[in-house]
């Protein structure tokens, strides 16, 4: 399977943008998925996560009241909407479908003004 992650860009502080991650090659409904993301010379850091029950998912502590994960069954798609950015969100965006090798290409995101 793969994963094809897009949405990102340059937007200033204070700003929105949603990721997209649509999924292929697998079973899309059973399967749980992750945002990571990685700055310059900075680990890969999880930021969110959601399972095949829709309504569990899990923030990492910076993503928490900001970024929201949620999915689309029928167009497996997997979303990321971000609010409020801020320049240290600034990382390239990458989906990841858990406990598999499967990662997309990555989508960069930059948050300045």
């Known amino acids: 399977g793969h994963l094809v992650e897009s949405g990102g860009g340059l937007v200033q502080p204070g700003g929105s943008l949603t990721l997209s991650c649509v999924a292929a090659g697998f079973t899309f409904s059973g399967a749980a998925f992750q945002w990571f993301r990685q700055a310059p010379g900075k680990e890969r850091e999880h930021v969110a996560t959601?399972?095949?029950?829709?309504?569990?998912?899990d923030y990492s502590a910076s993503a928490k009241g900001r970024f929201t994960i949620s999915r689309d069954n029928r167009k497996e798609t997997v979303y990321l909407q971000m609010t409020n950015l801020k320049p240290e969100d600034t990382a390239v965006y990458y989906c990841h479908r858990m406990n598999y090798e499967t990662w997309g290409q990555g989508t960069q995101v930059t948050v300045a003004s």
């Open positions: 959601i399972y095949s029950t829709h309504t569990l998912t």
